[in-house]
Structure formats: C-alpha cells, structure tokens
C-alpha cells in the first residue's frame, strides 16, 4: 500500500507565504511524476504544478512566478512554496504521485487526502 500525507495548510493573509509538503510512503519501488492539485468550493479541481523525477516542472498559468514545486526522490516528498498569495488561491490543495511499488509492473496514480490553505484578512 501507499499513502500520500500532506502537510503545511492553513489561514494566511494576502500578500503571504505558505510551504506545503507531501510524503509519500509504503512499499514504493520508484516514484515518477509528482503534482498539486486543487479544489475551490463549487468548482472543478485543477492542475497547479506538476515536476518530473528530473526535476522539470510546469505550473498553471494562475500561480506562475508565485508558487515553486521540488521533489526529494530519496525521500519520496514533494513540496509547494506559495509566495504572494491571494484569496482566488483558498481551496483545499491535493498531492497526486505516480508511483511504481514493489508488487507491480505498472505506475498508479496515488492521491493524498487534502489540505486546507485559505487566503484572507
């Protein structure tokens, strides 16, 4: 089994700062692509960052310049550094990681359970 465990949500005014990370564990064989999501009440969740094993990464045009997503391979753990932040960014953000483990041939797609980060003064 694997687990995704996100940690680093929380209230923050505008203008702020907030890190997130997400580790992942269990019986990983390799992790490959690694990103965040995120769900805003009412609507569709969305693609924020994603970064290969590599190290390449993309974000979504709303976060460019803002926020910054690395990895550590070794340790299975991504993170999210959110910079400038605005109320538009609340919602509940979500690490997704594909992942090979030990007892199969082919990457799944894992999730972890969410965390909140709302944006207010």
């Known amino acids: 089994q694997v687990q995704l465990v996100e940690s680093g949500g929380g209230l923050v005014q505008p203008g702020g700062s907030l890190s997130l990370s997400c580790a992942a564990s269990g019986n990983i064989f390799r992790t490959y692509a690694m990103a965040w999501y995120r769900q805003a009440p009412g609507k569709q969740r969305e693609l924020v960052a994603s970064?290969?094993?590599?190290?390449?990464?993309n974000y979504a045009d709303s976060v460019k310049g803002r926020f910054t997503t690395s990895r550590d391979n070794v340790k299975n753990i991504v993170y999210l550094q959110m910079n400038s932040l605005k109320p538009e960014d609340t919602a509940v953000y979500y690490c997704?990681?594909?992942?090979?483990?030990?007892?199969?041939?082919?990457?799944?797609?894992?999730w972890g359970q969410g965390t909140q980060v709302t944006v207010s003064s």
């Open positions: 970064i290969s094993r590599g190290g390449t990464s």
């Open positions: 997704n990681a594909n992942i090979i483990t030990t007892t199969r041939t082919d990457a799944l797609d894992y």
